[in-house]
């Protein structure tokens, strides 16, 4: 059993809460599809746990703290700079610094394991291109990325989790939030996109840290309760990371 999380953005209560949750499933190894950092206020404690997962791919906050951050909205960016001042300062031990440094800058942007691919992005562009659930209606968009992909693709970025299918002959595409696969999704043969939603900032209504489990047959998706209030205090504290980063928590938006 593999868990797949993605999109941890530097919160570290939801990071345990969903490790912790892990646990108790039966999973053998963690994949981590990337934005590691990024938003929330502990970069390098998340970085240090995350170190413990099998695959971990290059997000594009994690780019962007690690060499210049572009195309970002200015408080995405100044969280971004300060994120790079955390990942700068040792801590304790300056060799820790060093080890979190060349971890990030390792890191692929995207895996191959059989059928089954993994990216932050998409299979199209890895690192930046967002598929949203609108995105059905965008016919040649769906059509080229999915056919980069043999099976399975589990990706992230937006933080809106889901499942999207393709229905041929007549090339339509469908996009079903967790509650509208009732949380399971068996494969079925077709090829699938599955955004496996965001641990440290879910967008899609419910502030619930979320990933998925996955046996090769079935994805499931699990939320997870955490002590947000904590996260959003330090987030607060900060005066880099800008109050509504921790607001946006509160509501999952
Ligand atoms: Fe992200």
Not at 67 to 91: H, K, M, V, Y
Not at 168 to 175: A, G
Not at 194 to 208: A, I, K, L, W, Y
Not at 232 to 240: E, Q, R, S
Request: charged share 30%; aromatic share 10%; with cysteine.
């Amino acid at each position: 059993m593999k868990a797949i999380i993605s999109d941890i953005h530097s919160n570290l209560e939801a990071f345990q809460a969903v490790l912790e949750d892990i646990e108790g499933q039966g999973v053998s190894e963690i994949y981590c599809l990337g934005d590691v950092v990024g938003y929330g206020p502990n970069p390098r404690e998340c970085v240090d746990l995350v170190m413990k997962c099998r695959i971990v791919l290059l997000g594009n906050h994690d780019q962007g703290a690690l060499f210049d951050p572009e195309g970002f909205n200015p408080p995405a960016e100044r969280a971004i700079f300060w994120t790079r001042s955390q990942l700068e300062t040792a801590g304790a031990n300056a060799g820790e610094r060093e080890r979190r440094w060349e971890f990030l800058v390792e890191r692929p942007r995207c895996h191959q394991e059989d059928s089954l691919l993994f990216v932050h992005g998409s299979a199209r562009n890895p690192l930046n291109e967002y598929v949203f659930p609108e995105d059905i209606y965008n016919q040649r968009k769906m059509e080229r990325i999915f056919a980069l992909v043999e099976r399975t693709c589990f990706q992230g970025h937006t933080h809106v989790p889901g499942i999207f299918t393709e229905h041929q002959p007549e090339d339509v595409y469908q996009f079903q939030s967790p509650e509208e696969v009732d949380y399971a999704y068996r494969l079925d043969g077709r090829k699938v996109l599955c955004n496996v939603g965001s641990v440290g900032q879910p967008r899609d209504g419910d502030r619930r840290a979320c990933y998925i489990l996955f046996d090769g047959e079935t994805i499931r998706y699990r939320r997870v309760d955490y002590d947000v209030e904590t996260t959003i205090k330090k987030i607060y504290a900060i005066p880099d990371l800008e109050n509504f980063l921790g607001d946006r928590l509160r509501d999952g938006r």
